[in-house]
């Protein structure tokens, strides 16, 4: 039985916050789009692959509200699921400051179609009836929520994407193992502090995303108690200089790694070049930590994305966030 996180994972996170938080639908000021393609585990069969697609912008004459698309599409072994959310954030300025900054409450709903190719996998038990349906496919509807308050120096955001459970079996299988999706909550903040104006900007940002918290499935049978997903955190030190090039490193792993029931996940290191008109790319590369660095030592990712501000007509200076 195999147990862990069921959202796509992306070492770039900060570039698609989008997909985990509605709220920050239109907080770049203008139309802003991102495309991020994560290869995990390079050379490992059936590991995960995973797509984001990210597009938000706030509502032309009504500044408050900010609207956005977010499409992930993953594949884990036989599996794939591809989700789509539509997102709404209404936001409101604190004061003219700087440093006041705006609070968004988002909301989004969308579908995952998750599907799986059962004929791919070698079964030692044919007569298992989880494996009698050799092509499964269920069409999963949520919603989720987040909030997000920013300014052009700091920010802290919290949301869970999706939080409806499912149990993916086919209502005529009985058995007790099966594949579930699970829901996740995240925790982000960050900040941007100028050391030598806006030519060298140092920015640290931290992740926490927990899954199976308040589980509905939390008291079911006793070998469910435990759903070997520990709490990840990722912290990431970056420094952006004039306005043109990203340079990052991040550390992965758990707070269950402290107390022994869990171990380090990567370290990792990434780039983002800022070309003009808004143009952006982007790649990142992670070195495993954990046992599976014997049959593959790295992950890599490659971004694109475009900022949409029509009155930049040089190098596009781009929010920190």
Do not use: C
């Amino acid at each position: 039985m195999a147990k862990g996180q069921t959202d796509a994972m992306f070492t770039k996170y900060m570039f698609n916050q989008l997909s985990y938080n509605p709220a920050y639908a239109g907080s770049k000021e203008y139309l802003s789009m991102n495309v991020i393609h994560r290869t995990q585990w390079l050379g490992v069969k059936g590991a995960p692959h995973s797509q984001t697609f990210t597009v938000h912008t706030p509502m032309k004459g009504f500044d408050r509200l900010g609207f956005g698309l977010s499409i992930i599409n993953q594949n884990v072994g036989s599996s794939q699921a591809l989700t789509a959310n539509l997102s709404y954030a209404y936001r409101i300025r604190l004061g003219e400051s700087p440093y006041a900054g705006t609070i968004a409450v988002g909301m989004q709903g969308g579908m995952t179609n998750w599907r799986a190719n059962l004929t791919d996998l070698d079964v030692y038990n044919t007569t298992d009836e989880a494996f009698s349906e050799q092509f499964p496919s269920f069409w999963l509807p949520n919603f989720g929520f987040g909030i997000y308050y920013y300014s052009q120096y700091y920010f802290v955001g919290i949301s869970s994407p999706n939080l409806l459970e499912y149990d993916l079996r086919d209502k005529d299988v009985t058995t007790d193992r099966n594949a579930r999706t699970f829901r996740h909550y995240y925790l982000t903040a960050g900040g941007a502090i100028p050391i030598k104006g806006d030519d060298l900007v140092f920015k640290p940002m931290i992740m926490v995303r927990s899954a199976a918290l308040f589980s509905k499935f939390k008291n079911e049978e006793n070998e469910y108690n435990s759903y070997g997903t520990p709490t990840e955190f990722n912290i990431d030190l970056s420094f952006f200089m004039m306005k043109t090039l990203w340079v990052g490193a991040a550390y992965r792993s758990s707070i269950e790694h402290f107390t022994g029931t869990s171990s380090f996940d990567s370290v990792d290191v990434w780039a983002a070049y800022y070309l003009k008109k808004g143009l952006r790319v982007g790649v990142a590369y992670d070195y495993t930590l954990t046992e599976i660095q014997r049959p593959s030592k790295a992950s890599f990712e490659v971004m694109l994305g475009y900022e949409f501000n029509t009155s930049t007509s040089k190098t596009y200076s781009p929010r920190y966030f």
